[in-house]
């Protein structure tokens, strides 16, 4: 579905006035605050409970029994957690602007079905078993999706509707390729059950690292985009007089989302709704200055993505319900609820 942003948000945002900067400011610490007070309940909130001080003492000064289980176990979740969330968010931020849909999300290009179908691939006929090697087979396919969507989108003449077509496309072929590997072979579906739904369970201190250069290099790739996608919301020959090089534009923010996505999903599995959700909520309160929208769902995106991790861990002791399953849960109604408002808001 491609949604074309209101006559109204088709102009770059001016400079906000210095109250209201400083209120956004503000907000954007709070945001913070909040961010640290989830991530310190993701460490102290498990089958084992924790209080604050146990989990400082595990942290800073005990080597023992708290140290083991908050440091090697829940700290590596909390902040896979963080870099996971904080890159879909920002994902969805890019995506939603590139296409001009603020229903966007990155299964619409089809990087988590790429990323999907390279697991299965690897799982089935090169018996990967080590969640080190799905980081990189999800990685690798999920950037080939990309570059196929940018391909067949037009590459130097992609438009927002070719790239959704194309990435729909691309998406219905390797989810069906992918149904039926698991299908054929028992072995390949217990192995992919738990991966596909998307967990931060199996997080390590490896697999942060190796990840890590990705997210990082994704993230400023996307903060500097903020401006000529700023730009390109007021269309395409507005972008051109302003200096906006489209193609470039287009190309890079592929890029950014592709990487950001791709490691992501490498690390965590598909998860669906936060690079949604959270850049929508928040255009609604900042308006639709990338410059801001940015920062708040890179901020945002841990505390949903850390909040339904707790949530799971709560609702299903001893055991525990995967943070991909708790998204889903809480983003369908979300999601009917945002498409119903904008649909409200169009009549």
């Known amino acids: 579905m491609l949604v074309e942003s209101p006559p109204e948000q088709r102009a770059e945002t001016a400079p906000a006035p210095p109250a209201r900067r400083a209120v956004r400011a503000f907000e954007l610490l709070l945001a913070v605050a909040i961010l640290v007070l989830v991530a310190l309940a993701s460490i102290a909130i498990g089958a084992k409970e924790l209080s604050l001080g146990q989990v ?83 990685f690798f396919g999920a950037a080939a999706v990309g570059a196929l969507v940018w391909f067949l989108g037009g590459s130097r003449g992609a438009t927002p509707v070719r790239l959704a077509l194309a990435g729909t496309a691309i998406s219905a072929a390797l989810y069906g390729y992918l149904q039926a590997v698991m299908i054929m072979d028992e072995a390949a579906l217990g192995k992919m059950r738990f991966w596909t739904v998307g967990s931060l369970a199996s997080a390590t201190d490896s697999t942060i690292t190796q990840v890590l250069p990705f997210l990082l290099t994704g993230t400023v790739l996307a903060l500097a985009l903020a401006r000529p996608l700023n730009a390109m919301a007021m269309g395409d020959d507005t972008a051109k007089a302003l200096g906006a090089d489209l193609n470039r534009t287009r190309a890079l923010s592929m890029l950014a989302a592709t990487v950001l996505c791709g490691a992501a999903t490498a690390a965590c599995g598909p998860i669906v709704f936060v690079g949604l959700m959270v850049p929508h909520v928040v255009r609604s309160f900042t308006g639709p200055d990338l410059r801001w929208i940015m920062p708040y769902a890179a901020i945002l995106s841990p505390v949903l993505l850390l909040g339904a991790d707790v949530i799971g861990r709560i609702v299903a002791r001893p055991s525990e319900l995967q943070v991909g399953i708790v998204t889903a849960i809480l983003g369908g109604p979300v999601f009917i609820f945002l498409v119903r408002r904008r649909r409200t808001a169009q009549l």
């Open 56 to 138: 400082w003492h595990g942290l800073f000064e005990d080597s023992g029994t708290y140290g083991d289980v908050v440091v090697a176990e829940r700290l590596s979740r909390t902040v896979l957690g963080l870099l996971a969330g904080a890159a879909l968010g920002l994902a969805g931020a890019v995506l939603q602007a590139l296409t001009r849909n603020p229903l966007a999300d990155p299964g619409l290009l089809g990087i988590n079905a790429g990323a999907s179908a390279a697991v299965v691939t690897a799982i089935t006929y090169f018996g990967v078993t080590s969640l080190s090697g799905y980081v990189w087979f999800a």
